[in-house]
């Protein structure tokens, strides 16, 4: 199995200012013959099952405020969200879909 | 848009068999490239992707779970369902039912249902 590793497992962020997680694959997610990792993003809320975020790596699902961003190739990711919001606490997690898809431990996100 | 429901019991006894179906709404199970998974969670932890199945019926399992899964699909009732067996207290967790968008044109798991909780106790 890939296993992926997040860090933090959580952080506080003032409002308004920048949010960084990063994702670490055991190894490479990245398809050789259409150079796209094959890497997403999910935000879960208290009570409400994952939303997808981002997918290869770096492409933002439609309507996903542009304050989300991907990323990263090969083995090593991050998330950014470029100006946290009082809407964006939540649970946010990396998965793999290279092969027998994996998913992070989680990185909780908090207001400072 | 495409929407996805869990149904089945909440509690079953260990060494049992856990039941779960999932109705799909919104459009045909059978359209596009996609596949459709089951993952779990349990209370407090992070997500673990159980299984898939196309619409041909072909599978691809979590291999830690792999001998005691099976995911079928009824393209009739626009539902496809999870068989667990033999489960333990450790089976207990949210499941959710999900479409996997595959690898051609997108990648990752949207959207999902709700979510139902299987408590495996006696």
Redesign the interface.
């Known amino acids: 199995d890939i296993v992926m590793t997040q860090s933090p497992d959580s952080l506080a962020v003032s409002l308004g200012e920048r949010a960084t997680i990063n994702c670490k694959s055991s190894q490479s997610v990245l398809y050789s013959s259409n150079n796209k990792s094959y890497l997403s993003w999910y935000q879960q809320k208290p009570g409400q099952p994952p939303k997808l975020l981002i997918y290869w790596a770096s492409t933002r699902e439609s309507g996903v405020p542009d304050r989300f961003s991907g990323s990263g190739s090969g083995t090593d990711f991050t998330l950014t969200i470029s100006s946290l919001q009082a809407e964006d606490v939540a649970v946010y997690y990396c998965q793999q879909y290279y092969t027998s898809w994996t998913f992070g431990q989680g990185t909780k996100v908090e207001i400072k | 848009q495409v929407q996805l429901q869990e149904s089945g019991p909440g509690l079953v006894k260990p060494s049992q068999t856990l039941s779960l179906t999932c109705t799909v709404s919104g459009g045909s199970i059978s359209s596009g490239p996609y596949y459709w ?1 089951w993952i779990r969670q349990p209370a407090g932890k ?4 159980i299984g898939r199945i196309y619409i041909s019926g072909s599978t ?1 399992y ?3 779970l792999k001998s005691r899964v099976t995911i079928s699909v009824d393209t009739s009732k626009n539902q496809f369902s999870l068989k667990l067996s033999s489960v333990t207290a450790a089976d207990t967790a949210v499941y ?1 039912c ?1 479409r ?2 595959g ?1 051609i044109s ?5 959207p ?4 139902t909780l299987v408590t495996v106790s006696s």
């Open positions: 998974s992070g997500l673990e992707w691809n979590n291999p830690s959710y999900a996997d968008l690898t997108k990648g990752g798991f949207d999902w249902g709700q979510g």
